[in-house]
């Protein structure tokens, strides 16, 4: 075996750590299919309460109160299946509308929901639409379609 001289051995360290950089950023570097999927709010963000149509979630400590028309109080909701529809609002993932076409389906949005996120000024105004067994959404004049969760993991009783 040859032996290599100090810049031989410098250019071995130089391309064995770029090499390392390629593999521990090697999702950084491949961009995947969905790369226009997006999330309104981070997993972190803290909603402190939250408005859907006329019905209202407050966060009090750890559980929730629900203030709304009791004929449009679903029976079987409880902390848990809240804590379920909060979670799923924080994973909503979007995909932005590039077509002006679309632009018809919010006219009459189905749902009105307002998200009071800790931090922020001002509630996060969303206007869900589901037509043709697809679900969108309007955010800051931004229509979306929603990638996930579904209709009925967003909307209790829906």
Request: glycine share 4%; no cysteine.
């Amino acid at each position: 075996m040859r032996k290599l001289s100090q810049r031989a051995w410098n250019n071995v360290l130089i391309f064995s750590m770029l090499a390392l950089i390629i593999i521990l950023n090697w999702e950084n570097f491949v961009r995947p299919d969905n790369q226009d999927v997006t999330n309104v709010l981070d997993r972190t963000d803290v909603i402190l309460s939250m408005q859907i149509d006329t019905l209202s979630f407050e966060r009090i400590g750890t559980g929730w109160r629900v203030v709304g028309p009791e004929n449009v109080i679903p029976k079987d909701l409880n902390t848990d299946k809240i804590n379920e529809i909060v979670n799923n609002w924080l994973t909503l993932q979007l995909t932005e509308m590039t077509s002006r076409e679309d632009y018809q389906y919010f006219t009459t949005p189905d749902h009105n929901i307002k998200l009071y996120v800790a931090g922020r000024q001002g509630p996060l105004s969303v206007y869900l639409v589901l037509s043709d067994s697809q679900l969108y959404a309007m955010i800051n004049n931004q229509p979306y379609i929603i990638s996930s969760p579904l209709y009925s993991d967003l909307i209790p009783g829906g």
